[in-house]
């Protein structure tokens, strides 16, 4: 180890890179001189402009609302629903389902081998018993059942707590990297305190409902069985944690299909609703702005052009309204936001491994319409993952990898730090591995922003990479880098033809738009299309939004996106840990909305519920007190 320490501290590299990060390298130099010029000038124009007023005021929000005549009509409104709200506090408080959840809570933090062992082993052998007597059983299932309830039946005599049992597993440990013992742990985060002790009436209980949830089990479909105890179960835990659910989005967003993920950030915003007396309800940066570009959304459906499929689409838009307004409300708790990014990171981990899976053991072909086969002919596999294609999956990893560096930079232990190169490697290599141009340029963008913001050496760093890395880049990789913005390659030639025809489409459209959707969109843009060019969308995000909800829309989204960032820019201030991880989000919100210029990013519902995902977390922390 000695030697090892030795020849760390007399490496040539490591000294280099040393050199690079220690401020006297930069401080006074030409190049930092032009940053801080350029920023006053840029303030400057800014100083006493109404833009400035939009965008930059902290309290704007809050006297226009008041000043609101619709809000002021919500307002005479607000008795009835406080005691409708109160009315359903009263009915679900007082459930016998309320106090077994609650039970279930403490007796799980206290026991949490013996809850299990309450609830399966009676719902396993209520099933086994109910199909050996109306239907059968093959000798290896009826063996596998047996074991498995012999397991069960030993687990109800193992007394270790839930902290205990996590904290020596490997669970614990990467729990521990980003969420520190000393805080808080894992389960007793937020306002909910488990102070009750559980007694016998929750024990005999638990037997019950796993006689029934076998019994059922056995009856119905296993996805009908799911929905049906999921739901009830579910909604019962959310109420009482309501930050579960948006632990749960991030981790099954890019895994699942986007109906889950809806579903449960449905569950959440309403338990949201019924406990806000539980939370600070102040109103989140940028909300104003949102429910303009919301109510578009709504009149663009309405006045569709295919208003039924229109207004299928309406409720996803409902659903991302739900998700910004729930994590600007729920991550302004530094543990809760800590520990959704813990669940995004691990989603992410698994989805980048299998991507690298996909590249270097499955080699999956790639498909016609993802790569130009005359210009690279090497190129035989682009990855994609659990996600639609590559290009979907590149824009999921940019506004994951900046998030993961901000983590990076306000890590404190070593241990943390090597933790979070890892996984940064991991997801990085991924995206190389997608061949996204519009990715990996949004990845610098994010990349410049944050070195901007929290570390201007970094940006010497980022230059230097870039001037050596066609020495040790594959060809492969090299070519779609020299390709961007060529117009030999078929894939940019095509997006001009699009461009074009899609500003035609909002010269005709622009009031309400043509309606929510890519069946609004296919059903216009036949009689625009240039040179029989086909599209599924505009490939830009700005434009496909113009289209579809109209110039008033775009307008509103650009003057949600100034007013979230520049708070977000106001907020962050140097010396606080937070901010690293507030100019990670700004860095990948900027490559998400840089990548939106040459690509569609909002095709995959799943990406635009991570927008707004992120976008809440930026929300959130600008407005978080330290």
Same mark, same amino acid.
């Given at each position: 180890?000695?030697?090892?320490?030795?020849w760390?501290?007399?490496?040539?590299?490591?000294?280099?890179?040393?050199s690079?990060f220690?401020?006297?390298t930069?401080?006074?130099?030409y190049?930092?001189?032009?940053?801080?010029?350029?920023?006053? !000038?840029?303030?400057?124009?800014?100083?006493?402009?109404?833009?400035?007023?939009?965008s930059?005021?902290?309290?704007?929000e809050?006297?226009?609302?008041?000043?609101?005549?619709?809000a002021?009509?919500i307002?005479?409104?607000?008795p009835?629903?406080?005691?409708?709200?109160?009315y359903?506090?009263?009915q679900?408080k007082?459930s016998?389902l309320?106090?077994?959840?609650?039970?279930?809570?403490?007796?799980?933090?206290?026991?949490?081998?013996a809850v299990?062992?309450?609830?399966l082993?009676p719902?396993?052998?209520?099933?086994?018993?109910?199909?050996?007597l109306f239907s059968? +059983?093959?000798?290896?299932?009826?063996?596998l059942?047996l074991?498995?309830?012999?397991?069960?039946f030993?687990a109800?005599?193992?007394?270790?707590?839930?902290?205990k049992?996590l904290s020596?597993?490997?669970?614990?440990?990467i729990?521990?990297?980003?969420i520190?013992?000393?805080?808080?742990?894992?389960?007793?985060?937020?306002n909910?305190?488990?102070?009750?002790?559980?007694?016998?009436?929750i024990?005999?209980?638990?037997?019950?409902v796993?006689i029934i949830a076998?019994?059922?089990?056995?009856l119905l479909p296993?996805?009908?069985?799911i929905?049906l +105890?999921?739901l009830?179960f579910l909604?019962?835990?959310?109420?009482?944690?309501?930050?579960w659910?948006l632990?749960?989005?991030?981790?099954?967003?890019?895994l699942?299909?986007?109906?889950?993920s809806v579903?449960?950030i449905?569950?959440?915003?309403i338990?949201?609703?019924l406990?806000?007396?539980?939370f600070?309800?102040?109103?989140?940066?940028a909300?104003v702005p949102?429910?303009?570009?919301?109510?578009t959304?709504?009149?663009?459906?309405?006045?569709s052009?295919?208003r039924v499929?229109?207004?299928?689409?309406?409720?996803?838009y409902?659903?991302y309204?739900?998700?910004?307004y729930?994590?600007?409300?729920?991550?302004?708790?530094?543990?809760?936001?800590?520990?959704?990014l813990? +669940?995004q990171?691990?989603?992410a981990?698994i989805?980048?491994a299998?991507?690298?899976y996909?590249?270097?053991f499955?080699?999956v072909?790639?498909?016609?319409?993802?790569?130009?086969?005359?210009?690279?002919?090497?190129l035989?596999?682009?990855?994609?993952?659990?996600?639609e !294609?590559?290009n979907?999956?590149a824009?999921?990893l940019?506004?994951?990898i900046p998030?993961?560096?901000?983590?990076?930079?306000?890590?404190r232990?070593?241990s943390?730090?090597i933790?979070?190169t890892?996984?940064?490697?991991?997801?990085?290599?991924?995206?190389?591995?997608?061949?996204?141009r519009g990715?990996?340029?949004?990845?610098a963008?994010a990349?410049?922003?944050?070195?901007?913001l929290?570390?201007p050496?970094?940006?010497?760093?980022?230059?230097?990479?870039?001037l050596?890395?066609?020495?040790f880049l594959?060809?492969?990789?090299? !070519?779609?880098?020299?390709?961007?913005?060529?117009?030999?390659?078929?894939?940019n030639?095509?997006?001009?033809t699009i461009?074009?025809?899609a500003?035609?489409i909002?010269?005709?459209?622009?009031?309400?738009?043509?309606?929510?959707?890519?069946s609004?969109?296919?059903?216009?843009y036949?009689d625009y299309?240039?040179?029989g060019t086909?599209?599924?969308?505009?490939? !830009?995000?700005?434009?496909?939004?113009?289209?579809?909800?109209g110039i008033?829309?775009?307008l509103?989204?650009?003057?949600?996106i100034?007013?979230?960032?520049?708070?977000?820019?106001y907020?962050?201030?140097?010396?606080i840990?937070?901010?690293f991880?507030?100019?990670?989000?700004?860095?990948a919100l900027?490559?998400?909305?840089?990548?939106?210029?040459?690509?569609?990013?909002w095709?995959?519902p799943?990406?635009?519920?991570?927008?707004?995902?992120?976008?809440?977390m930026?929300?959130?922390?600008?407005?978080m007190?330290?």
């Open positions: 180890m000695e030697m090892i320490n030795r760390v501290q007399e490496s040539l590299i490591l000294k280099i890179i040393l690079v220690r401020s006297e930069y401080k006074g130099s190049f930092c001189k032009m940053m801080a010029l350029a920023s006053q !000038n840029v303030s400057g124009m800014l100083q006493g402009s109404f833009l400035r007023f939009l930059f005021d902290n309290n704007w809050k006297s226009a609302i008041k000043r609101s005549r619709f002021g009509i307002l005479k409104t607000e009835f629903f406080a005691g409708a709200v109160e359903i506090n009263r679900i007082g016998l309320f106090e077994l959840t609650l039970g279930v809570e403490s007796f799980f933090l206290e026991k949490p081998l299990l062992s309450f609830t082993f719902a396993l052998l209520s099933s086994t018993a109910l199909k050996a059968s +059983f093959t000798m290896k299932t009826l063996a059942r074991a498995l309830m012999a397991l069960l030993a109800a005599f193992v007394n270790v707590p839930l902290d049992l020596g597993s490997l669970v614990g440990k729990i521990s990297l980003i520190d013992e000393k805080e808080t742990v894992l389960f007793d985060i937020g909910v305190k488990v102070s009750h002790t559980v007694d016998k009436k024990r005999l209980m638990l037997p019950v796993g076998g019994s059922f089990y056995y296993a996805t009908t069985f929905k +105890f999921g009830i909604f019962m835990a959310l109420y009482l944690r309501p930050w659910g632990f749960m989005v991030a981790f099954m967003l890019p699942t299909a986007t109906t889950y579903a449960i449905g569950l959440t915003f338990c949201l609703i406990n806000h007396d539980r600070k309800t102040e109103i989140p940066p909300l949102a429910v303009l570009f919301m109510a959304a709504v009149l663009a459906a309405v006045f052009l295919m499929d229109s207004m299928k689409t309406l409720p996803l409902a659903a309204f739900m998700v910004f729930s994590s600007a409300l729920l991550f302004k708790d530094r543990i809760i936001l800590k520990t959704a813990l +669940f990171i691990i989603s981990l989805l980048s299998y991507g690298i996909q590249y270097f499955v080699k072909p790639t498909a016609i319409a993802w790569v130009d086969v005359k210009q690279f002919p090497e035989a596999t682009r990855v994609y993952a659990t996600l !294609n590559p979907v999956l824009e999921y940019v506004l994951v998030v993961v560096l901000g983590l990076l930079w306000a890590a232990r070593f943390q730090k933790f979070y890892v996984i940064l490697g991991v997801l990085i290599l991924c995206l190389v591995l997608t061949f996204s990715g990996w340029l949004g990845l963008l990349f410049i922003v944050f070195a901007a929290k570390e050496r970094l940006l010497i760093l980022l230059m230097a990479l870039a050596i890395s066609p020495l594959p060809s492969v990789v090299a !070519n779609r880098v020299a390709s961007i913005g060529s117009l030999e390659d078929s894939s030639a095509f997006r001009v461009w074009i025809a500003l035609r909002i010269k005709d459209y622009w009031l309400t738009g043509v309606g929510l959707g890519l609004a969109f296919a059903r216009v036949r299309m240039i040179a086909p599209a599924l969308h505009a490939h !830009n995000l700005y434009l496909e939004m113009g289209i579809e909800v008033a829309g775009l509103a989204f650009l003057w949600m100034a007013a979230g960032l520049s708070r977000a820019l907020s962050i201030r140097a010396k840990r937070f901010s991880i507030q100019a990670g989000v700004l860095g900027g490559g998400h909305l840089l990548h939106g210029l040459f690509d569609y990013v095709f995959s799943r990406i635009v519920m991570g927008f707004w995902l992120v976008f809440g930026m929300s959130a922390l600008s407005s007190e330290e």
